[in-house]
């Protein structure tokens, strides 16, 4: 069965500092998908990232870059000179290609504060 | 800016009160979901509907009731609430292409609280 693992509930930084976000994932499938969500205070999820199974190349837009490494079934998130508006929880996220629709198993977020 | 649009924001209710959440979703989607967002636990997908039809229920209890009369709007029925039932409950929409790899498009939750 598929799960999320975030293991850091909350995060506090200052200002500018930089800040890892972990994700680690377990899956059987070959094909699958990996995300990110932004949840800020006001609800709503917002989509930051999609990443499939079959490329490993790092990310960067940005403050914001992802590195997935297949061999430690991570998919971290740095955010680099993080800001005060960057405070959020955020959610690491799997689907399964053999689900045959968008079935997203969530990890349990982490909290980020930024403080100025 | 979200596309998905979410009614009401906050609703306190009863445990013997039948209540309704109300998504609307302005994105041109096929598909739409419920999900349940409880404190330290990963969000639960509850229903999802693909063009009008559901496609999911993922054993959730009959007191919730998915209601989805066209590709736009999903609504969820409540009645008989347990105080466990307590929650963010979040609606998504997507396009609907039954794509794994689909990005969801969420409201900004209705916050429960049953007494």
């Known amino acids: 069965a598929q799960k999320v693992t975030q293991a850091q509930t909350e995060i506090s930084v200052v200002e500018k500092e930089d800040v890892t976000l972990d994700c680690v994932y377990e899956?059987?499938?070959?094909?699958?998908?990996l995300f990110w969500y932004k949840q800020p205070p006001s609800g709503e999820l917002v989509f930051l990232i999609r990443r499939n199974s079959f490329d490993e190349q790092n990310e960067i837009s940005g403050r914001y870059s992802w590195n997935f490494q297949k061999s430690t079934s991570s998919f971290n998130f740095t955010i680099t000179a993080s800001q005060v508006v960057d405070s959020a929880v955020y959610f690491c996220a799997l689907s399964e290609a053999w689900t045959g629709f968008q079935k997203l198993v969530f990890g349990t977020g982490t909290r980020l504060l930024v403080s100025p | 800016e979200t596309g998905v649009t979410q009614t009401p924001r906050h609703l306190v209710m009863g445990m013997t009160n039948k209540k309704s959440l109300k998504c609307e979703q302005h994105?041109?989607?096929?598909?739409m979901y419920w999900y349940k967002q409880s404190a330290k636990k990963p969000l639960e997908l509850m229903f999802v509907?693909?063009?009008?039809?559901?496609?999911e229920n993922n054993s959730v209890p009959s007191r919730f009731s998915p209601e989805c009369p066209n590709s736009s709007h999903l609504f969820l029925h409540l009645h008989t609430l347990q105080p466990e039932d307590s929650a963010l409950y979040l609606c998504a929409s997507s396009q609907g292409e039954r794509q794994t790899n689909e990005k969801l498009f969420f409201g900004s939750g209705t916050q429960l609280s049953v007494l």
């Open positions: 509907y693909n063009f009008k039809e559901q496609t």
């Open positions: 994105l041109g989607h096929n598909a």
């Open positions: 899956t059987r499938d070959t094909t699958y998908y």
